[in-house]
């Protein structure tokens, strides 16, 4: 049961956040900007946490910019042991109470069966999910059959190169505060989300290709802003734990950092430096000036 869960739902933030969590901009190269005052540097660099093992993201600006920084914020550590992650996952997303059937449409439990079917351990175990649980799954799902998994995304990449550099690490949350932004999630905004990662899947967004393809190449056509905005309006309280809350929390970390001197960067899914809660638009509101790099 572990094994699956690791290979499924612990996947399955990444994807969450590989949905909600994309911005890019009309520049040849994924999104990355920058902060200084007298005496202080910070990158802002907006990742993508799931990737094809061939993904060809890193530019020299990037690694220039990497090279400078002597401490890397992350969002959490990508490298918390498998087994740990599954025991979470099991405490927090599986109901041996209620069945998953008794908290949605039975429209939305047909779809999610005809998704697992021919998995029959991963069958049984969708009966006892939450529903949060159950949508990452669900957007987990299309990303692997792409080839796209969290060891190949920008996060772990950077987590297992900054560690050999011997820079310092730090991280804005834990594992296990990230799972709880989706556990403690009202039922009905957790029914929700698990209706919108059903709908992506069935085809209704940009398949994981195109994303990548998105993100790589900076292309605020198809990915921008308005995904921030869109969010917002339609699922304010999905936007609110998964964006504006996580981000106002890590600004006030990044202004204290900014207090002190030398180069920091900062990697966090890219949808966090998107819109009017974005760390960019935090950052200019509290008097820094900040760059888009080319």
């Known amino acids: 049961m572990e094994v699956i869960l690791r290979r499924t739902l612990g996947r399955g933030l990444a994807g969450l956040l590989l949905a909600f969590g994309v911005h890019v901009a009309a520049w040849a190269a994924p999104p990355l900007w920058v902060v200084r005052d007298a005496d202080s540097t910070l990158y802002l660099f907006g990742t993508m946490h799931v990737l094809t093992a061939d993904a060809d993201w890193r530019t020299p600006i990037f690694d220039k910019a990497l090279a400078e920084s002597s401490r890397v914020w992350l969002e959490m550590d990508t490298q918390a042991t498998p087994e740990a992650m599954a025991r979470l996952v099991v405490d927090l997303g599986i109901d041996r109470k209620t069945p998953l059937a008794a908290k949605v449409s039975p429209t939305v439990m047909a779809a999610i069966r005809e998704r697992v079917k021919g998995q029959p351990k991963l069958a049984e175990m969708a009966e006892h ?75 209704k967004g940009r398949t994981p290709a195109e994303t990548q393809a998105a993100w790589i190449a900076g292309d605020e056509r198809l990915l921008g802003d308005g995904v921030a905005a869109d969010m917002r309006a339609k699922r304010p309280a999905l936007y609110d734990a998964f964006v504006r809350r996580r981000n106002a929390a890590w600004t006030a970390l990044l202004m204290q950092d900014l207090a002190g001197s030398g180069t920091a960067m900062v990697a966090v899914g890219a949808l966090h430096m998107a819109g009017e809660d974005g760390l960019v638009a935090q950052l200019r509101a509290g008097g820094f000036t900040v760059e888009r790099v080319q």
């Open 129 to 203: 999910m939450r529903p949060w649980a159950a949508a990452m799954m669900i957007q987990a799902m299309p990303t692997l059959a792409a080839g796209q998994t969290s060891e190949a995304g920008a996060d772990a990449t950077l987590t297992r190169g900054v560690r050999e550099s011997g820079k310092t690490v730090l991280f804005f949350e834990t594992p296990e505060a990230q799972l709880r932004f989706f556990a403690d999630l009202p039922e009905a905004v957790q029914v929700q989300f698990l209706e919108d990662s059903l709908d992506q899947a069935g085809g």
